[in-house]
């Protein structure tokens, strides 16, 4: 037994895109709504997603500087809902070094979304790549 395991008992598990997800996805919804956007776990909720953009994308808004965790966060939430509404699985890979963007959710019919990378792309290209459009389309999918 090393050192450290002799002072400290079991070294910690080192975190991972999967046990991040979930905490990310809570800490969203808590930070959403003390700033008056609800978000319920349900597709029709991305409509406060875009409306977050619209409102926060902006000089002193809540989406202005480093936005890296939000967009995280956000792309948590939307896959989060995606499997609850939809079915389907996370895939991660803690390997990767960019990880936390490519982070994807299989749905049962076998395709793959990144959720982390449609939030980049709202937050880029604004509501051309609305969120709320993307999760009706996913849920008229048969």
């Not at 480093?66 to 609850?84: D, T």
């Not at 994807?104 to 792309?121: E, F, I, T």
């Amino acid at each position: 037994m090393g050192f450290f395991s002799k002072l400290f008992g079991k070294r910690p598990a080192a975190p991972t895109l999967i046990g991040d997800i979930p905490k990310a996805e809570k800490w969203l919804v808590e930070a959403m709504a003390s700033s008056g956007y609800e978000l319920d776990g349900t597709m029709g909720s991305f409509r406060e997603l875009d409306r977050f953009f619209e409102e926060q994308q902006r000089p002193g808004g809540l989406l202005d500087g480093r936005v890296g965790n939000k967009l995280f966060a956000i792309g948590c939430y939307m896959g989060q809902v995606m499997i609850a509404q939809l079915g389907g699985t996370w895939e991660t890979d803690d390997s990767d070094p960019l990880g936390e963007i490519n982070i994807a959710v299989r749905l049962p019919d076998g395709s793959v979304v990144w959720p982390v990378q449609r939030a980049m792309k709202r937050f880029e290209n604004g509501s051309e790549d609305s969120l709320y459009a993307y999760g009706a389309v996913l849920g008229q999918r048969d």
